[in-house]
């Protein structure tokens, strides 16, 4: 199970009110450097449309290579 990165967290808080390019970009880096959860459905859907790669969540910290799960 993949741990949180609090000080990613706090230091990339989601907009408020956010577009759905800002939530994808977002998840993006939230996958890059913490990865605690999975994408959720709907960005993960959104990055199927625009032909990106879907992240896989992280197995542990933010060296963690990500995997297909």
Known sequence: MSKLNAA????HPMP???T???RVDWHLAHA???G?????RLIAEELQRR???VPGRRESGPD???SDA
């Open 8 to 11: 990613w967290h706090e230091a």
């Open 16 to 18: 408020e009110k956010p």
């Open 20 to 22: 759905l390019d800002q």
């Open 32 to 34: 890059a450097h913490c």
């Open 36 to 40: 605690c959860r999975a994408v959720p």
């Open 51 to 53: 032909g990106i790669a």
């Open 64 to 66: 963690a290579s990500t």
